[in-house]
């Protein structure tokens, strides 16, 4: 007993010691620098520090109804913990096949803000 309970501690104290980068991160809306639409798809910049990939994003499509606007929401998966130069990174990630066309507005709910070096024209 006394053996399981330094165990545990010693696990309680290293989950302590961790660094906050190895800590599991919550997903969260991708800060966008631009964004374009598409019909089919969602092109868009964000900030990489070295580790961003496009798998690490992901589009939430929301709509209350057949006839209201389409949300959408780029959502970053994985944090970029890396720690190159930051630079604006551009992907495209398609929409859904039941939304792809539709005939109603769409809107983007991520902000967008300025971001670092050149941005797409």
């Not at 660094?19 to 969602?42: C, F």
Request: hydrophobic residues 45%.
């Amino acid at each position: 007993m006394i053996a399981a309970a330094r165990t545990l501690g010693l696990a309680a104290v290293a989950m302590m010691l961790l660094p906050a980068s190895d800590a599991p991160a919550a997903v969260s809306a991708a800060r966008l620098h631009h964004y374009s639409l598409s019909p089919q798809a969602v092109s868009f910049t964000v900030t990489g520090t070295g580790c961003t990939r496009e798998q690490d994003f992901e589009l939430l499509v929301e709509q209350d109804g057949p006839t209201t606007p389409l949300r959408i929401t780029v959502l970053r998966l994985k944090p970029d913990w890396c720690k190159k130069i930051p630079q604006a990174l551009s992907f495209t990630l398609a929409l859904p096949r039941r939304h792809a066309g539709a005939s109603v507005p769409v809107v983007i709910t991520n902000g967008v803000t300025p971001g670092p070096g050149k941005m797409p024209k």
